[in-house]
């Protein structure tokens, strides 16, 4: 089974400049999740998608971050413009269906996209 | 506000020494709870989850957890490590109902063979 596709894995940008990062989660898998991981933390989460919908994104920095999931598939998160503290590794993670039911919460996590701002 | 939290960031120990990773969590309510673990230049995968039942959980590579509700604790624990155990490990928690996972900071393991 193929895992979850992530691109690009590493990006080097000047700070204002915009990036885009691509996922494509596992197939079949519903639910679609961006986290933000900054050296030295555990993952959060920035947004969250079932189907095409967005779930929760709640802690996303939606002045400068915005995400899609047109088709139900595959998504793209964008930063612009990108700060310094934007620097990251940015994970994409699929699972069957919502975290909130027994039985479901497995997350299944790409390698990352990382992120330096210069 | 939901939070996760793990101790002793940094844990450096010789093969053959067991291995405690200590997670708390401050939700109340029902929750399922996860440890991750990350090996060098890999992604993130799942170790071990409890959801209900035995508050002993079994998982991967010789791992188990044990859930106690009333500290709020889900601790990670290995008998004997090895040299490939060297990763770091996060644990993680949502709540029945509740989309989000939250993930402490981790714990960064290294075995000396």
């Known amino acids: 089974e193929a895992g979850v596709a992530q691109s690009p894995r590493y990006k080097i940008i000047e700070k204002r400049q915009s990036v885009a990062f691509w996922c494509n989660p596992i197939s079949g898998h519903a639910t679609l999740y961006w986290y933000q991981q900054i050296l030295g933390q555990g993952p959060k989460l920035l947004i969250q998608?079932?189907?095409?919908?967005?779930?929760?994104d709640s802690q996303l920095p939606k002045d400068r971050f915005s995400a899609e999931r047109l088709k139900g598939v595959d998504s793209t998160l964008k930063i612009q413009p990108a700060k310094l503290e934007d620097s990251a590794v940015y994970l994409c993670a699929s699972s069957l269906g919502g975290t909130g039911g027994v039985g479901t919460g497995e997350l299944f996590f790409g390698e990352g996209s990382r992120l330096t701002v210069l | 506000a939901q939070s996760v939290s793990q101790h002793n960031h940094h844990v450096i120990l010789s093969e053959a020494a067991s291995l405690e990773l200590g997670c708390n969590y401050s939700?109340?309510?029902?929750?399922?709870l996860f440890w991750y673990v990350q090996y060098p230049g890999q992604h993130l995968q799942l170790l071990l989850k409890y959801f209900s039942g035995d508050p002993l959980v079994k998982g991967i590579k010789g791992f188990e957890a044990e859930f106690i509700k009333s500290k709020f604790s889900f601790n990670l624990r290995k008998p004997s490590v090895q040299w490939s155990d060297t990763a770091e490990y996060f644990c993680?928690?949502?709540?029945?109902?509740?989309?989000?996972?939250?993930f402490g900071k981790g714990n960064q393991v290294v075995v000396i063979p």
């Open positions: 998608f079932q189907n095409n919908g967005v779930v929760d």
């Open positions: 939700y109340g309510g029902t929750v399922n």
């Open positions: 993680a928690v949502n709540r029945r109902g509740n989309n989000r996972l939250a």
